[in-house]
Nanobody
Framework: QVQLVESGGGLVQAGGSLRLSCGVSGRTFSSYFMGWFRQAPGKAREFVAAISRSGTNTGYADSVKGRFTISRDNAKNTVYLQMNSLKLEDAAVYYC????????????????????WGQGTQVTVSS
């Protein structure tokens, strides 16, 4: 099984930046596409960003496009989410996830496509 641990969450002012990291255990990190999801209080979990196994393909929710960047370092078994120009509505618990199979935009934006999930890291945005 794959274990995922997020880090880098915290308190940031609106307009500021934060970088989340997700360390992944196991020997097959490069075989998974990776995603970030978030969940705010009282809201459903929503897709944020995804990246293919090689890192060649990425996808973003419209709400974060142009502000967030997902990347991965397969040698370090780590996926990142760089968040810039943070808004109040970005406040949420952010979850890292790993999924098997092909990378298609329709699949990677849906939580059910992911087999493994981290515990989440809190991002708080203040005005």
């Amino acid at each position: 099984q794959v274990q995922l641990v997020e880090s880098g969450g915290g308190l940031v002012q609106a307009g500021g930046s934060l970088r989340l990291s997700c360390g992944v255990s196991g020997r097959t990190f490069s075989s998974y596409f990776m995603g970030w999801f978030r969940q705010a209080p009282g809201k459903a979990r929503e897709f944020v960003a995804a990246i293919s196994r090689s890192g060649t393909n990425t996808g973003y929710a419209d709400s974060v496009k142009g502000r967030f960047t997902i990347s991965r370092d397969n040698a370090k078994n780590t996926v990142y989410l760089q968040m810039n120009s943070l808004k109040l509505e970005d406040a949420a618990v952010y979850y890292c996830a790993a999924g098997a199979g092909g990378y298609t935009s329709g699949r990677v934006s849906v939580a059910s496509a992911y087999s493994y999930w981290g515990q989440g890291t809190q991002v708080t945005v203040s005005s």
